[in-house]
């Protein structure tokens, strides 16, 4: 599918809808495969042991599927997950940011699924995997 909103049109609308992440991820290249994001890892991403927290990786996954959508769909704010499968692989690189590899597996009327991975920036070692789907709101 086409995308309805190029990475600079995502970024911008993200930032309007989503104002309270818009300074923790950022969009590297969009594309018709998918999506790379990265979470822009500061001291609130991290837990105990300087690793990043498992929560945050979650955000990274989610928002990566929600900008994929977004970016087939055009401007669609209220899709929402409604299913999420995470596994962490291994501990993330300290200090590095998260990079997401996101593409979606299909795309339908009422339901989208993604599938992401993540690394440690500069590293080509999976963190973790997801397996995301959002419900697309109808057409009124």
Do not use: W
Request: glycine share 6%; with cysteine.
């Amino acid at each position: 599918m086409a995308l309805a909103l190029n990475r600079d049109e995502l970024t911008k609308y993200l930032a309007e809808v989503f104002p309270q992440v818009k300074e923790d991820f950022a969009i590297d290249v969009l594309s018709d495969e998918g999506v790379t994001m990265r979470l822009l890892t500061a001291e609130r991403h991290l837990r105990p042991g300087r690793t990043v927290s498992g929560p945050s990786m979650f955000a990274l996954a989610d928002v990566s599927v929600y900008a994929l959508v977004l970016s087939r769909l055009g401007k669609k704010a209220l899709a929402v997950t409604t299913n999420c499968s995470l596994d962490f692989m291994r501990k993330p690189e300290a200090g590095a940011d998260v990079v997401a590899q996101a593409r979606l597996l299909k795309l339908g009327r009422t339901l989208a699924v993604g599938d992401v991975h993540m690394f440690s920036q500069g590293s080509d070692k999976m963190v973790a995997r997801s397996t995301m789907t959002y419900s697309i709101p109808p057409e009124r």
